[in-house]
């Protein structure tokens, strides 16, 4: 009785093991994990696997980390799959882009990933993993603790260009100067702005900055660039000297400060009779003026009289434009967004793929292009509810491909590719109502 108590238990101990085992799965990891520096980008890369394979794209969570900026995947997930205890698993991998605006301790908060896969298959489960708490330390060098800003990269290219010569300058005229600066795997809005400082004589009008980031062909992030232009307006004749500029950045390859300098400038101005300053100064008055009123609606009751019907039309477009600019871009912006996010703009992704013999990323958009047509339906109900033996068969051979362990399954996008514009279109006959022609000859 006793042995058969023992064995008894043995069974579920071991049933319980293997169900444990067969659990999806998460991971995480920073790339770098220590050594990390204030405005460095530090790459979390996040893996779930699951059993079998998905059948439906999982979804992984959005969150703030105080202090730091999140950038979310931008780059197209990667597919794998592993063997764990045994059993063959399916994987999916992300990434996201974290940069600390200043030292201290970050730690990730509490996040669910929510995955749908083949439990038994064809049966399908739903398994909600918890994001794991990681922390890392961001810290600035003692070497640039002084610094106003930090600028960490692995390279910093400064360039400069004058629009216009610096000979035969003459008062009232103007030099345009541009300054583009690129951090390789830095975001822009980390570059800092320069100060266009000028002697007295120049008036300096600043433009707007345009900051970017590049990326590559596969959505990889390369580098950012801020790009600062200004016009000098010489008001007076004279010798000037714009002073140089410095911009200081932390080589993360050497771990030492550097300095990129652009050089003084120095021109000559003479002075032209022609020109008129923008704010003439005021003529002196012979005689002491009569004195009036200080209320300023006395000086400008003339004008509001004969010019209040500009006014009132100028109010009148200013509030227009105030309220239906906002709601015109708004819409423009939503119908550009369901463009791209509509079922048709999916199914052809999922073609080209197909077409491609990609069958990684036919697997993912298959995935995708599903959640669009039919929402909230599994791969597995998508199959069954389809009745068509040809295009289930494709599925199958699909994830046999991409998830068996065996390596010598074949599989052929195009066939996959043509089941699929057959059941599109089939479906779509199916769903458009039949028009019948009047009777001719009507009776009665």
Not at 123 to 151: C, I, N, T
Not at 268 to 278: F, H, L, Q, V, W
Not at 324 to 332: D, F, G
């Amino acid at each position: 009785m006793k042995h058969a108590i023992a064995i008894i238990i043995l069974v579920f101990a071991s049933e319980a093991a293997r169900a444990q085992a067969h659990r999806p799965i998460v991971r995480a990891n920073f790339q770098p994990a220590e050594q990390i520096l204030v405005g460095q980008p530090v790459r979390l890369t996040v893996e779930v696997l699951v059993p079998n394979y998905f059948t439906a794209s999982p979804v992984f969570p959005e969150f703030d980390l105080k202090n730091a900026i999140v950038m979310f995947p931008q780059e197209t997930p990667q597919n794998f799959s592993e063997q764990v205890a045994g059993t063959s698993y399916a994987g999916i991998r992300i990434a996201y882009h974290l940069y600390a605006e200043r030292r201290g301790q970050f730690q990730l908060p509490p996040a669910q990933i929510t995955v749908t896969y083949a439990d038994a298959p064809p049966h399908s489960a739903q398994a909600s993993l918890q994001l794991p708490q990681l922390v890392f330390h961001a810290e600035v060098p003692p070497a640039a603790e002084g610094l106003d800003y930090f600028l960490p990269t692995t390279q910093l290219k400064v360039q400069q260009k004058w629009e216009s010569s610096f000979k035969n300058l003459c008062v009232g005229q103007t030099i345009e100067r541009t300054v583009t600066i690129t951090a390789d795997k830095l975001q822009g809005m980390f570059i800092p702005p320069l100060p266009f400082d000028v002697p007295g004589g120049l008036r300096v009008y600043s433009q707007q900055p345009v900051v970017q980031d590049q990326k590559s062909d596969r959505g990889e992030f390369l580098s950012g660039r801020r790009v600062e232009s200004a016009k000098y307006l010489i008001e007076k004749p004279g010798d000037y000297t714009l002073p140089g500029l410095e911009i200081n950045w932390w080589n993360l390859k050497t771990g030492r400060l550097r300095t990129e300098t652009l050089p003084a400038v120095h021109f000559s101005a003479t002075a032209d009779p022609a020109y008129i300053p923008e704010l003439p100064p005021q003529l002196e008055q012979r005689a002491p003026a009569q004195k009036v009123s200080a209320s300023p609606w006395n000086r400008y009751r003339a004008w509001l009289r004969q010019d209040w019907m500009w006014v009132a039309g100028a109010l009148v477009i200013f509030w227009l434009a105030v309220r239906m600019i906002p709601r015109t871009a708004r819409w423009l912006r939503d119908a550009r967004q369901k463009q791209h996010e509509n079922e048709a703009t999916y199914f052809r992704a999922l073609i080209r793929s197909c077409n491609q013999n990609d069958g990684a990323a036919a697997y993912r958009r298959l995935l995708l292009w599903l959640e669009r047509s039919q929402p909230g339906a599994t791969l597995e109900a998508f199959v069954l509810t389809t009745g068509d033996a040809e295009l289930a068969r494709e599925i199958e051979e699909l994830g046999a491909a991409l998830y068996s362990p065996a390596k010598s399954v074949k599989w052929s996008g195009s066939v996959l590719a043509h089941s699929l514009k057959n059941h599109r279109f089939n479906a779509v006959a199916s769903t458009r109502r039949p028009y019948h022609l009047p009777n001719l000859n009507p009776t009665g």
